[in-house]
């Protein structure tokens, strides 16, 4: 174990930033969790999509990372939309399991397709802001992190005032809580899931622009980031927003501070630990007042 | 009712045996028995010499296993090419391709149809040391000789194995020259290595290579400042390089794949460590993305290099690959390059077909000259199958290419600083 | 009926036990897989499929089986004849200890599935940790030679005949929970907890034991699929892929049914042979572009899974033929 401050500054610096965009990540799954209880197991392979999207733009079409936002969210909000209505739609009144069983087969499909079609290399994007960073004291910020979490924020902010203020927002947040009575009220239930799955994948979208300036796109990168959500969003409560950006710190600064002090990979444990132990004590979620 | 319909699976699953019981295909009628010249005389339809290659072809690292299997390919177009294999009567050799998808039961399930299903003499190739360990256990049970081209794990010829051989250098070698060159800094540029950290991926490569790379520190009397390990999978490596340096190392052994690689080098400058040399095991930074990635970034990195095309005697076959695949060779093509080279020589000598008779030839390889295109001065394998003259460069990168600096017999260019 | 039901399952009995005397050895090879893969998802389908708990992280079992007999026999030289009971006992306290933790606090359904995986990737990293068994380089089954007291085999029939005996076992023993009261209890339970609950069924216990039963199974074939394999990985036996892989036959051949993982494997696994060595050059990872469009496909068109689905039909088809005898019935 190792206990240098100059490491400690490290991995919080490290572990707030990364924290920021494991949060982003999670406040999509969180969304189409708390609406239509449907756990996607397919959510890191969307992202991965949102990849490998961003990727060809700048690397092909040479676009500056950050405008690919204008054409990434709204192209993976179609793709969830579409996903949506050809394969989950179907099945929302299935029990959990198949829906879990089909989601996984989903993301079977999409990152062995990714594969075959774009072979399994990493792919780096080489941008101007690949390099730059700043120093706060011996710690390092790298830049293109720094703009991505202020980004998620960003993100997250906006997405919040949309379910407190629209109305579209509000039919979301009334679905979610209890759907018969949505529908009472008049709201259209289906399309509200609908535009709750293509929000929650739209996130994704954004979340790529931000990090293919220091991330690279493989068909294995939904793999690991699918966990972290999953755990992440398990830890904020699921269908609380909130609850997703606390948990996106916490696991963020695990992993880090983990990586700062324990020796080997054992961080990964101790965020898998954490994760058990919520799901057994607290699994409505840390943040939420209990409700089972 | 029910009864047809049993009936009918029962038909379906019968037919779905018939399929896998296809007949094995021969390697060249017939076998055994024949002398090498009454199959000159026969039919002048195509007669083969069926030998397996055996790489990663999907999955993860399936972009090293095609370029492996590009080596090989070149190699055995060169002896088709030729004329075949002289003494079985300018027999052509065909490859029969398996895909171990980078898994060690997909592998043992590909050694197992090269064999049994294809008929091959011998396979070639292997690349994750996770595969080519049980895969060699196979082939060594099923009495196929198998040349390892790429695979380093120590154990792979550790283990009494009569039909394994291996061109590439251990785990071992590589630790121990990555020591040796820092060890060889003092003399270099005067700088005296006293105290290094290892940092490294943390699967079965990353753990093998650090085994042999303590050991040497010890040997040499170097002190271990600290190992960090980290998941190959790592989305940011600063915190993992902040430990290394608050151990104030005059040097840092690393062992990766691509993407950590590139941001080791990237987040060591960051890092305020650009001034302390990073020693690659012939990871991640031999690729061309990794230099093209990083731009300035990469300047002064260094590596361990399995094969390098300034060396005199591989500038012609590094033309004749690159006319073929617009790469230069890599250290993993070069050494499957060359495993075609061995296996024409045993081929020759052996004059068989016949598994055993090929083993021992190829137990009796001692090839020179133009036949080897590593940095060794004969290629031949000691009674554990290992070809112990292997030899590695230490490269730096130097405006984009890794030129090799060490050994003072094999360096091209000098020592430049660590970092820009 | 009785005969009816078995006849068919006992002809292919029949049929698999002649194979090692007809077929070649990378047939056998073959069908050593299918065996292992049905006998793997048949002991999963014990929880997932009658006691309906799903669980996604099935290969810690297989790897704490697979681990320990190969432990034993690497450093002690105990044959995993023996081990393999080590195995399945070691395997049996952690399905306890997991089993009386997540059900006790009342863990169901998606979360019970989600603590699985991350159970199966937390021991995936801690096996990587720890050199002393191994670290990341797994371990080694050193071959010694032709050993069946060793549990190690010149060919590939010794192999073959030991995993159809333990296939069969694991079918006989579902088909005991299915007729039986045990199985029942379980079934009530998968349905419908709080009504088994309320008709006097522990489910506590029954979802445990449940586990443990299917822990032990799995364990058992751990240690088959180390000493066929000869190397186990932490990636290769614990690990979300294998953990998936297991289940994937149980599912599309028909969770909740004797049959179920058998037919599953013995479909989805010769498609994928012939997939990787026909396709490997050209399309490579195509194989499993199929197993997920199965598993897909599956969920939304015969979520039942195959002999599910034969089921439904046959019930239909007998009802269509036997209306008048309903009303003799009810009368």
């Not at chain 1, 927002?169 to 949505?182: E, K, L, P, V």
């Not at chain 1, 909130?242 to 054992?266: F, N």
């Not at chain 2, 080897?372 to 394998?381: A, K």
Request: aromatic share 10%; hydrophobic share 50%; with cysteine.
């Amino acid at each position: 174990m190792v206990f240098s401050p100059d490491v400690i500054l490290q991995g919080l610096i490290s572990g707030i930033l990364i924290g920021g965009i494991f949060a982003l990540l999670s406040v999509g799954l969180t969304l189409i969790w708390g609406v239509m209880r449907i756990i996607n197991f397919a959510h890191g392979e969307f992202f991965m999509v949102a990849m490998y999207i961003v990727y060809f733009l700048v690397e092909k079409g040479g676009w500056d990372p950050y405008l690919t936002l204008i054409v990434s969210v709204p192209l993976i909000f179609l793709f969830g939309v579409l996903v949506y209505r050809s394969t989950i739609q179907p099945i929302l009144a299935d029990p959990a399991m198949n829906q879990i069983m089909l989601t996984l087969g989903l993301s079977i499909v999409l990152s062995a397709g990714a594969q075959v079609l774009f072979s399994a290399d990493p792919l780096f994007v080489v941008t101007k802001y690949n390099r730059l960073v700043f120093n706060i004291g011996p710690a390092v910020v790298r830049i293109p992190q720094l703009i991505a979490f202020v980004g998620s924020g960003l993100t997250a902010v906006l997405l919040y005032l949309f379910l407190q203020k629209t109305d579209a927002g509000r039919a979301i947040r009334a679905a979610s809580q209890d759907r018969t009575a949505a529908t009472l009220m008049g709201i259209d239930v289906e399309r509200t899931f609908l535009l709750a799955f293509g929000l929650g994948s739209a996130c994704l979208g954004v979340a790529a622009s931000l990090m293919i300036s220091f991330y690279y796109v493989s068909p294995t990168v939904g793999a690991f980031f699918g966990q972290i959500t999953f755990i992440i969003v398990v830890l904020g409560g699921m269908g609380n927003f909130i609850g997703a950006l606390v948990g996106g710190q916490i696991i963020g600064l695990t992993e880090a501070l983990g990586a700062a002090i324990l020796p080997g990979s054992l961080s990964r444990v101790l965020t898998f630990t954490i994760f058990i132990l919520v799901l057994l004590f607290k699994p409505q979620g840390l943040l939420s007042r209990t409700r089972k | 009712m029910k009864r047809v319909f049993w009936n009918v699976l029962l038909l379906i699953s019968l037919s779905l045996s018939l399929v896998g019981c296809g007949q094995p295909t021969p390697a060249v009628q017939p076998e055994e028995t024949s002398p090498p010249v009454a199959e000159a005389t026969e039919e002048p339809t195509v007669n083969t010499i069926r030998l397996g290659g055996f790489f990663p072809l999907t999955g993860g690292t399936a972009k090293v296993g095609i370029e492996n299997r590009q080596g090989l390919q070149m190699a055995i177009d060169e002896i088709n090419a030729a004329g075949g294999i002289k003494s079985l009567g300018g027999a052509k050799i065909e490859m029969v391709w398996a895909d171990s998808q980078g898994k060690p039961e997909v592998g043992i399930s590909e050694v197992e149809r090269l064999v049994q299903q294809e008929n091959v003499v011998a396979i070639l190739g292997g690349y994750e040391s996770s595969v080519s360990t049980p895969a060699t256990q196979a082939a060594e049970r099923l009495k196929t000789p198998f040349i390892v081209a790429a695979s380093i794990a120590d154990e792979i010829t550790e283990r009494g194995f009569k039909y394994t051989f291996r061109v590439a250098s251990k785990a071992d070698f590589y630790a121990r020259d990555q020591v040796l060159f820092l060890k060889s800094l003092k003399d270099l540029i005067g700088l005296d290595v006293k105290r290094v950290a290892l940092l490294h991926e943390d699967t079965d490569y990353g753990e093998s290579t650090a085994v042999g790379q303590k050991k040497y520190l010890e040997q040499e009397g170097m002190e271990l400042t600290i190992e960090v390990k980290y998941p190959s999978s790592a989305a940011d490596l600063t915190t993992e390089i902040a430990k290394v340096k608050a151990t104030n190392p005059d040097a840092v052994l690393v062992v990766t794949y691509l993407n950590d690689a590139i941001l080791l080098a990237q987040g060591r400058l960051a890092g305020g460590m650009k001034d302390t040399p990073f020693v690659d095991a012939a990871g991640g930074s031999l690729y061309a993305e990794f230099t093209q990635a990083l731009g300035d970034s990469a300047e002064g990195w260094l590596s361990i290099v399995e094969f390098s095309k300034y060396a005199p005697k591989t500038k012609a076959v590094n033309d004749k690959y690159f006319d073929a695949y617009s790469v230069d060779f890599s250290g993993n093509s070069a050494l499957n390059y060359q495993v075609g080279m061995v296996i024409w020589d045993a081929l020759e000598r052996a004059g068989s077909i016949d598994r055993d008779a090929v083993r021992d030839a190829i137990a009796q390889t001692r090839l020179t000259g133009d036949k080897v295109i590593l940095p060794m001065e004969e290629l031949f394998f000691d009674e554990t199958g290992q070809n112990p003259q292997s030899g590695l460069y230490i490269g730096q990168v130097q405006n984009g290419e890794l030129i090799p600096v060490w050994p003072p017999a094999g360096a091209v260019a000098s020592l430049q600083p660590f970092g820009k | 009926m009785k005969l009816h039901t078995y006849l068919f399952p006992l002809i292919v009995l029949f049929l698999l036990i002649l194979l090692p005397f007809v077929a070649g050895e990378y047939v056998l090879h073959l069908f050593i897989l299918v065996l292992l893969w049905a006998y793997l998802a048949t002991s999963w389908n014990i929880l997932g499929g009658y006691a309906g708990q799903h669980s996604l992280g099935h290969g810690v079992f297989l790897g704490i089986g697979a681990y320990t007999s190969t432990l034993l026999f690497i450093h002690l030289g105990i044959s995993p004849w023996l081990g393999m009971w080590i195995g399945g006992a070691l395997a049996s306290l952690a399905a306890l200890f997991i089993g009386y933790l997540c059900f006790r606090y009342g863990l169901k359904g998606p979360y019970f599935a989600l603590v699985t995986i991350a159970l199966a990737e937390a021991f995936v990293f801690l096996t990587s940790n720890m050199a002393s068994i191994g670290g990341a380089r797994g371990l080694e089954v050193t071959w010694i030679g032709h050993r069946p007291d060793m549990m190690q085999f010149d060919g590939k029939m010794g192999y073959y005949f030991i995993i159809l005996t333990i296939l069969v076992i694991g079918v006989l023993i579902t088909l005991w929970l299915h007729n039986r009261r045990p199985g029942y209890q379980w079934v009530a339970v998968r349905e419908n907890e709080d009504a088994a609950e309320a008709l006097g069924v522990d489910t506590l216990r029954t979802k445990i034991e449940a586990t443990v039963l299917s822990a032990f199974m799995t364990a058992i074939g751990g240690t088959f699929y180390a000493q066929y394999f000869t190397y186990i990985g932490p990636r290769t036996v614990f690990g979300e892929i294998v953990s998936v892989q297991i289940l994937i036959f149980a599912i599309v051949g028909g969770l909740g049914t004797v049959w179920g993982p058998t037919v599953g494997a013995l479909l989805l696994i010769p498609v994928a042979e012939l997939a990787r060595a026909n396709l490997s050059g050209s399309v490579g990872g195509a194989h499993l572009v199929i197993y997920g469009m199965v598993m897909v496909l599956v969920m939304l068109f015969m979520p039942k899974g195959i002999v599910g689905l034969a089921k439904d039909v046959l019930s239909k088809l007998n009802r269509r033929f036997t209306k008048k005898n309903i009303y003799k019935e009810a009368l």
